[in-house]
C-alpha cells in the first residue's frame, strides 16, 4: 500500500499546479516541439484526466530487441516447448514457464539456461493436474502455481521446492494471469454468481494474503455497453446449441490488476483508461491524438469468410445476423501491466497480408480459411501518473498470451516463428535516439 500512498500523492500535488494547464516534457536537448509530450489536465467529479494532446516523452516510437532467445525447433527436451501457457520472472532475472503440451513447470537462468523441472503431473503434494494462465512469484520469491484440476495453488520455494498447497474456490480454468501485488498478495480470477447463465455471468479477484489466507473479493469494473454480437443456434429434438461471437473490430471491454493495488480497465469506444485507485479517487488516461486505424476492404472479406464459415460449424445454413463490421478499428485491443505500474495498452494497427500456402482450391464447406490478413504488434506504454512514454513495436510473433512480463525496460515474453515454435524471448526496449 506505501506505493499506492506515493502515487495517491503524487496526482494529487501534480493536479494542484498544473489543473487545466498544458504539459511539455522534453525528449532531449535536439527533440523538436511537436515531439515533446503535450498534456492538459482536469477533473471530472472524483476523476483526474490526464489527456495527451500531442508528442511524447520518448520523443519517438521505441523497438523491442531481442537480448536473449530460450527454445528449439529440435533438440534437448528442456529446450523444446509445445504451448507456453503460462510465464513468470523472480526479481533476479530466473523465469518460470508452465507448458500445458509438455504439462512441466520449468525454471531457467536469466541467461537463458535451463535449470529444472519443477514438480510433476498429479494430485500429491507439489504436483499438478490441470495448471491455467495462472504463474506468478512473490516479492519473497516463492513462486506461485495456480491449478484449477485440484482447484488449489501449489507453492514451491525460487529453487523449485515444494512448500504447500492453498486451496482455492471452483475449477475456473482462465488464460488470465495469477495478479502478484507489491504487498504480497495473489489476486485469482472467481466466477461471482456461478448460478447465473453463460452470458450473464460477472467477474471479480479474490485476493490471498502471504500466507495464503483468502481476504477481499473485487468486481471487475463494468460499463454500460452491449458489444454487438453474431449468435448461430441449432435445435436437434430436445438438444439445443449456441455460438456466440463478437463482430470482428467492434469495440470492447479490457480490465487487468496493477500490482500498485487497483484495477486498471477502459472501454475501447474511444482512448480512455481508468485507474480505480481508491474509493472515490480514479485516474482517468486519454488520448486526443490518437489517429483510428482503417478496416481495409480485403481484411474485412476474410473476417465475414471466417466467420460465416465457423458460425455455420453450429447452424449450417446461417447468414450474418449481427452489425456489419465497421470501416475503423477501435483504439485498443488489450492491456497489461508491468511490474512497477507501467499500463502497456495493446493497439489496433492497419493490418498486412502474409504469405501463406496456397493449395489454389476453393474453401470446402465447414473448413474454416486460413487469415491471411494481420496487424503488426505494438503497445502504448504510459506510466501510471498519466504521463506517455511512447509507441513501441515489438516483432512479428510477439504473442499476448501467456501475458508478457514488464520490468522497466526489459520485456519477457513467448514468441513464434514462422513455423509457430514457441520461444521465450527477453527484450529491451531500445528508445528513439538511444535515450532511456
Not at 504539459?23 to 484526466?49: F, H, K, M, N
Not at 521505441?62 to 510465464?87: C, K, Q
Not at 521446492?161 to 480470477?189: H, K
Not at 501491466?337 to 474453401?363: C, F, K, S
Request: charge should be negative; include cysteine.
Amino acid at each position: 500500500m506505501r506505493a499506492l500512498r506515493r502515487l495517491d500523492s503524487l496526482l494529487q500535488n501534480t493536479v494542484a499546479v498544473s489543473l487545466s494547464l498544458s504539459l511539455a516534457a522534453c525528449g532531449g536537448p535536439d527533440a523538436t516541439r511537436s515531439e515533446q509530450w503535450q498534456a492538459a489536465y482536469d477533473t471530472i467529479a472524483d476523476t483526474v484526466v490526464v489527456t495527451t494532446v500531442a508528442g511524447s516523452v520518448w520523443g519517438g516510437t521505441a523497438e523491442l530487441v531481442a537480448d536473449v532467445t530460450i527454445g528449439a525447433y529440435e533438440g534437448s527436451y528442456e529446450y523444446m516447448f509445445g504451448r507456453v501457457r503460462s510465464l513468470a520472472v523472480a526479481g533476479d532475472g530466473t523465469i518460470y514457464a508452465y507448458d500445458s503440451h509438455m504439462k512441466t513447470l520449468r525454471m531457467y537462468a536469466p541467461d537463458g539456461t535451463y535449470l529444472a523441472t519443477i514438480g510433476r503431473e498429479g494430485g500429491g503434494p507439489g504436483e499438478y493436474s490441470r495448471p491455467d494462465g495462472g504463474l506468478g512469484v512473490l516479492p519473497d520469491g516463492r513462486v506461485l502455481l495456480r491449478d484449477p484440476g485440484n482447484t488449489r495453488v501449489a507453492v514451491y520455494s525460487s529453487d523449485g521446492e515444494y512448500i504447500e498447497n492453498w486451496r482455492i474456490r471452483g475449477s475456473f480454468n482462465t488464460s488470465r494471469s495469477l495478479y502478484v501485488d507489491t504487498a504480497g498478495n495473489a489476486l485469482t480470477l472467481i466466477l461471482l454468481d456461478p448460478g447465473a447463465q453463460v452470458t450473464e455471468w460477472e467477474f471479480g479477484l479474490v485476493s490471498y494474503g502471504p500466507d495464503g489466507l483468502p481476504n477481499d473479493t473485487i468486481p471487475a469494473p463494468v460499463w454500460d455497453y452491449e458489444p454487438p454480437e453474431l449468435v448461430a443456434e441449432r435445435v436437434d429434438g430436445e438438444n439445443q446449441s449456441m455460438s456466440v461471437s463478437g463482430v470482428p473490430f467492434s469495440p470492447s471491454a479490457a480490465w487487468t490488476y496493477s500490482p500498485l493495488g487497483y484495477m486498471v480497465g477502459g472501454l475501447s469506444t474511444r482512448y480512455a483508461l481508468d485507474l480505480f485507485i481508491a474509493p472515490g479517487h480514479v485516474l482517468r488516461i486519454q488520448r486526443d491524438d490518437w489517429v483510428p486505424a482503417r478496416v481495409l476492404p480485403e481484411e474485412r472479406e476474410e473476417q465475414e469468410r471466417i466467420q460465416t464459415a465457423n458460425m455455420r460449424q453450429t447452424e449450417p445454413g446461417w447468414r450474418w445476423n449481427g452489425d456489419p463490421i465497421p470501416d475503423e478499428k477501435p483504439p485498443f485491443s488489450g492491456i497489461f501491466i508491468g511490474e512497477r505500474g507501467r499500463i502497456w495498452v495493446q493497439l489496433h494497427q492497419e493490418a498486412y497480408e502474409i504469405e501463406t500456402y496456397d493449395t489454389g482450391e476453393p474453401d470446402r464447406p465447414g473448413e474454416v480459411p486460413e487469415q491471411t490478413w494481420v496487424e503488426p504488434v505494438a503497445f502504448d506504454v504510459f506510466e501510471p501518473d498519466g504521463r506517455y512514454l511512447g509507441m513501441v513495436k515489438a516483432p512479428d510473433g510477439f504473442s499476448r498470451y501467456p501475458t508478457p512480463v514488464a520490468r522497466g525496460d526489459t520485456v519477457w515474453a513467448v514468441v513464434r516463428d514462422d513455423l509457430d515454435v514457441p520461444y521465450i524471448v527477453r527484450f529491451h526496449i531500445e528508445h528513439p535516439r538511444g535515450e532511456t
